[in-house]
């Protein structure tokens, strides 16, 4: 028989009988169950409904304008497929439903909110999602304690920020120059367009963005205060997202760099030298795998070291990113300084090496282009610390 497969039918899209491919939200189904598809009389969207014994899991359709999804089923004896459309659904527990139900009634349930997506992270969520409930539940003890760490982390964490950046930025000459080469993204010097110069693949690498393709979704389907991310800013930047009717690839491509950005932030605030058992991402270990090798020193013997190099080549990183998902290729100095602990100043002087600037009168950072950049002031430079 020949090898080559051959397409005997497509199915229209058109077909009202479409199969519908279900994904549940924190597991999936382990028994038998009922399925059921309802729509709404006021504004026609579809509902899917499986019911699992005395669980409900509903969520609608995702239908999307960009593309359409297919599966091919082949008859092995004709070495034939049929490609048929197919729709697909992420469900989740009705009972954060019932939860907000029952909260506007203001009747206490036997589970707060909280308590609630504890269990189900516990039940049904991963290694990473068991071990962040167990901190979380270790952490509520005497507030006092709580509160007199968080002191000395922020204490701590200023200290640090003395100690590596002692504002000693000296004459600019051919080894500062070699050393931002090192620090900084890859960048288009004669771009004519702002949107040219960054390509997103030489800030992350193609490899791991097709990777985290699973992992996308699932941030996207998750609600934000399930999300494992305390980032205010990246919290904010994936609530518009979520909010969105329609998503785009853009969208899901972005969510991949907030991801990657909550990672970068762990290993700025890290005070650790030794990168190889840290945890720097709860969502996945494909992006700290990636961040260790990238941005260990290579000037130290020891693999997955943290040394201030590594601070600032995580610095501008995570400034390209953050204008990379902005629409208008901008962000707030003042929101980048609470996220990453460091002071304005420091900011503005790692957004100035990757072509940001702030705008007159403002504290906002806006991508240029190379050509239109002043070069570093002479007095200043940045260098590798012993």
């Known amino acids: 028989m020949d090898d080559k497969t051959v397409v005997e039918t497509v199915c229209s899209h058109q077909h009202d009988d479409q199969p519908i491919l279900l994904k549940f939200q924190n597991g999936s189904l382990g028994g038998p169950a009922d399925f059921t598809l309802v729509e709404s009389k006021k504004d026609k969207r579809k509902r899917a409904a499986v019911v699992a014994g005395e669980q409900l899991y509903t969520g609608e359709l995702q239908d999307n304008e960009q593309f359409d999804t297919y599966i091919c089923l082949r008859n092995k004896s004709t070495n034939k497929v049929q490609v048929i459309p197919v729709q697909q659904a992420l469900l989740s527990n009705n009972v954060y439903q019932k939860l907000a139900e029952k909260e506007k009634e203001k009747v206490l349930p036997m589970l707060t909110k909280e308590h609630a997506a504890k269990k189900l992270l516990k039940e049904f969520g991963g290694r990473k999602a068991s071990r962040l409930v167990d901190n979380r539940e270790k952490m509520m003890v005497n507030v006092e304690v709580v509160r007199q760490d968080l002191d000395e982390t922020v204490q701590g964490g200023g200290q640090n920020e003395n100690e590596e950046d002692d504002g000693t930025l000296a004459d600019v000459n051919t080894s500062n120059e070699e050393y931002l080469a090192s620090i900084v993204p890859k960048f288009d010097k004669t771009a004519t367009k702002i949107s040219e110069v960054f390509d997103v693949e030489d800030v992350v690498p193609a490899n791991l963005l097709q990777r985290l393709e699973e992992e996308a979704k699932v941030v996207y389907g998750t609600p934000l205060e399930q999300l494992p ?135 906002v950072l806006t991508l240029r282009l190379p050509s239109t950049v002043p070069a570093l002031a002479k007095s200043r430079r940045f260098q590798r610390k012993k």
Do not use: W
């Open 229 to 363: 991310i305390e980032s205010e800013y990246l919290r904010g930047c994936l609530k518009a997202i979520q909010d969105k009717e329609i998503t785009s690839k853009q969208d899901f491509l972005n969510i991949k760099l907030i991801i990657y950005m909550d990672a970068l932030q762990s290993l700025i605030a890290l005070r650790s030298r030794q990168m190889k058992r840290v945890e720097l991402s709860r969502i996945t270990e494909k992006i700290e795998n990636d961040i260790r090798h990238r941005f260990e020193d290579p000037n130290v013997a020891k693999s997955c070291t943290r040394t201030n190099y590594s601070t600032e080549k995580a610095l501008t990183h995570f400034i390209v990113l953050a204008l990379l998902i902005s629409d208008k290729h901008e962000v707030d100095v003042n929101v980048l300084s609470r996220t990453l602990r460091t002071t304005k100043e420091r900011i503005k002087s790692y957004a100035h090496v990757v072509n940001a600037r702030p705008k007159a009168r403002s504290d």
